[in-house]
Structure formats: C-alpha cells, structure tokens
C-alpha cells in the first residue's frame, strides 16, 4: 500500500505565497519522477511543475520564476514553493509520483487526494 498526502493548501491574497508538501507513505523501494498537477473548475488536470529523481525540474510557462519545486528523498516529500500568486492560480492542486515498490516491482504512478488554493483579488 502507497499513499501520498498534500498539505499546505488555503486561502491567500494575490502577490502572496504558500508552500504545498506531499509526502508518499508505504511500501517504497524507490521514487523517480514526483510532480504537481492542478485543476481549476471547469478546466482539465495541468502539469505544473516536476522533480526527476536527479532533481531536475520542469516548470509550466505559466509558473515559471513564481513556483520552485523541490523534493527531500530521505522523506520522500516533494514540495512546491509558490510565490506571486495570482487569482488564476485558483486550483485544486494533486501531487503524483512513480513508485517502484520493491526491487523487482514495476514502477507504478500513484495521485493524492488534492489540496485547494485559493487566491483572492
């Protein structure tokens, strides 16, 4: 069993910050890709930002020099720092990783169960 679970989501000004964490639980042998996926209503799930297991990132052109992701792999946590925020950040923000849970296992892709953001004018 692998669970992650978001924490950090809330309620902020525009021009403000906040810092989301996952955190995946469980049976793990190994972690590659972590990554942060948003939803905002009405509109389809969006990659936002993506650590590699070598800590490379990706970010969307929409986040770019406003969001940083970073992960602790000692916790197996990733997190995302997110500065500027604007109203159209407004979102439901899920986190995902592939999970490789024993030494032989298949890497498997597992979601949490999403954290809100809201940023109001």
């Not at 902020?12 to 209503?41: E, H, K, T």
Request: charged residues 15%; contains cysteine.
């Amino acid at each position: 069993q692998v669970q992650l679970v978001e924490s950090g989501g809330g309620l902020v000004q525009a021009g403000g910050s906040l810092r989301l964490s996952c955190a995946a639980s469980g049976s793990i042998f190994s972690i590659n890709d972590m990554a942060w996926y948003r939803q905002a209503p009405g509109k389809q799930r969006e990659l936002v930002a993506r650590v590699s297991g070598g800590g490379s990132t990706y970010y969307a052109d929409s986040v770019k020099g406003r969001f940083t992701t970073s992960r602790d792999n000692a916790k197996n946590t990733v997190y995302l720092q997110m500065n500027s925020l604007k109203t159209e950040d407004t979102a439901v923000y899920y986190c995902n990783a592939a999970i490789q849970r024993t030494i032989l296992g298949r890497r498997d892709v597992y979601w949490g169960q999403g954290t809100q953001v809201t940023v109001s004018s």
